[in-house]
């Protein structure tokens, strides 16, 4: 049996819209975190012009593969390990996106920076970073909802939880890349584009 996350259900199709409008130029996207790698399957399908790269945790490769053979998509890469906070970024094709979603929050600063920058380094000029997800904002939970899926976050992993858009922002400031667009998602959550 494939794992299926339903929120990849849910969210899918919102994301595909939005992305609609972002990966239109775009050859190749690296997407990190991919989990059960839904996202990759769905997106590949939707934008056949493009080569899609998921990746994860060597634990999330049976599952992923699973999906990825069963897809059958020629433009959608056999998903490969990767762990954000190893030196191992592949480079055997120039991405020219990165995808990630309902990564940051769900691990530790530490980590979530090591995915920002690794992200940043290995983008070519004008590449374009688009992080799906919670975010607070001003110091500010952006919906109750949100403030109670911290907690949740925090109890399972107190390292983890929802980060502020400011403090993202600023860290890809420092590799030259900007927030170019935001988009307002289902659920209280945001699209942010960096480029
Ligand atoms: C909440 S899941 C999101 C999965 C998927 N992107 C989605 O939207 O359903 C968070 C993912 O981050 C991955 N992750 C955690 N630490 C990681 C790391 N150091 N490097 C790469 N991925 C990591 C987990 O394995 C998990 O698949």
């Known amino acids: 049996m494939k794992p299926i996350a339903e929120s990849c ?11 609609s409008g972002v990966l ?17 399957v769905y997106l590949a399908q939707r934008f056949p012009h493009l080569t899609w790269q998921p990746s994860d945790l060597k634990e999330c490769l049976p599952g992923m593969r699973q999906w990825w053979q069963d897809a059958a998509l020629g433009n959608l890469c056999e998903p490969i390990e990767l762990d954000v906070t190893s030196e191992n970024w592949p480079t055997t094709l120039t991405y020219d996106a990165i995808f990630t979603a309902n ?37 500010q939970y952006t919906g109750e ?8 976050l925090k109890a399972r992993d107190p390292e983890s939880g929802i980060k502020e858009i400011e403090r993202v922002e600023d ?25």
């Not at 259900?9 to 992305?19: D, G, T, Y």
């Not at 239109?24 to 990759?40: C, F, I, M, P, R």
């Not at 890349?177 to 480029?195: C, I, T």
């Open 9 to 19: 259900l849910r969210n899918q199709q919102p994301i595909a819209e939005v992305l």
């Open 24 to 40: 239109n130029n775009v050859k190749a996207v690296l997407e990190l975190g991919s989990g059960t790698g839904q996202h990759g």
């Open 103 to 139: 990564t940051l929050h769900f691990v530790s600063w530490r980590i979530a920076e090591a995915l920002l920058v690794g992200a940043a380094n290995i983008l070519p000029l004008d590449g374009i970073l688009c992080i799906y997800g919670p975010f607070n904002e001003n110091g």
């Open 145 to 152: 909802g949100n403030r109670q899926f911290d907690q949740w």
């Open 171 to 195: 860290l890809l400031a420092n590799f030259g890349l900007a927030l170019k667009s935001r988009h307002q998602m289902p659920a209280n959550n945001l699209m942010l584009v960096f480029q």
